[in-house]
């Protein structure tokens, strides 16, 4: 059958090679191929502001902005509205051509920093040539997408941080000189490799500049118990992971009788001092992003999506549903408002009057809030622990969640692992063992919830802390294995920083990416020992051997 897209970009692609007729997240091939055509616009342009740099001219804030939130709307499940890619090219190619017209030196400009056109049927052609099956080398098209995946990952960082007023020009040269390297034919395997860690050293400053950022806006996250139960007021569900738009809703939300609840990815918010002044801001309702067709239908509110991870949503709860940011769904109300600005989230307000309080689905509190400073609080008891024998080992669990059977293994896996030992999680992956009882050592819990995906950051950090207390020369001599699950783009940026890091043997589950080519997978095992995973008998003996 002829493809009508190709799109390998997440743990779900289909038959774990690549969509190409629908896509499994309900990316249609019409906006899978318009986000093709954002990114090669969005290379072009990089390429462009590249040289301007190099010519010593500056590039605005605002084009930077513009560029890191073009690749954040092409991550899985953020936005699926077709009409949002065309205007996102469109403003791309206009922005292009004023500063195509400041550049002194336009010799050896590439295809996409000169490509122009102006109609939809342009934009339509275009966007079948220039997808990831354009780079014909396996191997070359395999660390492409691997470096463009995981800016795509620090992208959301990035915008994360822009809605809080910090940002790293830094940074942002380097994404866009990084994408425009991507255009560059003469690169070899070898030096796509060395660039792949490149971004995973300034990953780590992005998701230093996104700690910074939240830590300095809401304080540093404390250890909390959320209530999972629900109130009788009606209420809005706050899913997604932007803080800046949490904070906007619960403020104009102060005095209405109408309550607030985060959801999946907005649990995290709980943990921070800055949030826990609202008595609206009542608890977290159901699980996973993709449990969410069942749970948007029973809280009966209105849910407003910050982020990722969008199902297209049922007609039965359509309406009720709300995007802002780098989130979109076609038929769905947009709330406009970049960097910070003040939003208006009156309609969402109003709406949720009229609606029905949510149908309870659970009760009871989960605990979490153990990122890197209450960690570090906590130092001497975790060092006693480890010291006396109490923990043996830890196991970073942190990554995404999905829909796929197969991860029941983390559950299983969370489980059976044995009492001596301590899980540190981040990310929703944390919904696969986070309301199991599995106790604590000498009152710290077995479970420890350091935030969002966006703060696995902590996890690090607490890796390096614990390497400086025991005196170790190398981070692999800690008592920490690594089991990641991973879905989306968010999680290859963080593996490229750990690499970077200098972890190794890291695994990957339920499956390894799809992009990754047989050699490219080769040199991850041969250099950094990363592996999948099997079944959990087999990978808890390899695990504490
Ligand atoms: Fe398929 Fe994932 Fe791409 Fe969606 S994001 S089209 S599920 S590979
Ligand atoms: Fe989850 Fe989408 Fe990745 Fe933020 S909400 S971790 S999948």
Redesign the pocket.
Known sequence: MENKMFCFQCQETAGCTGCTQFGVCGKSPDLARMQDLLVYVSKGLSEVTTRLRKEGKEVSSEVNHFITINLFTTIT?ANFDDEIFYERVKRALEIKEELLNKLSNKDCLSEAALWNATTREEYDEKSKVVGVLATKDEDIRSLRELITYGLKGLSAYMKHANELSYDNEEVSAFMQETLAKLLNDNLTVDELVALTLETGKVGVDGMALLDNANTGTYGHPEVTKVNIGVKNNPGILVSG?DLKDLEQLLEQTKGTGVDVYTH??MLPAHYYPAFKKYDHFVGNYGN??WKQKEEFESFNGPILMTT??IVPPKDSYKDRVFTTGAAGFPGCKHIDGIDGEAKDFSEIIELAKTCKAPIEIENGEIIGGFAHNQVMQLADKVVDAVKSGAIKKFFVMA???GRAKSRNYYTDFAKALPKDTVILTA??AKYKYNKLDLGDIAGIPRVLDAG??NDSYSLALIALKLKEVFELQDINDLPIAFNIAW??Q??VIVLLSLLYLGVKNIHLGPTLPAFLSPNVAKVLVENFGIGGITNVEDDLKMFLA
Do not use: I, M, P, V
């Open positions: 499940n992971h999946s990815e996973a992003w990722n991870c990554g995404c969640d990310g929703c969002q995906c879905y989306e968010k999680a």
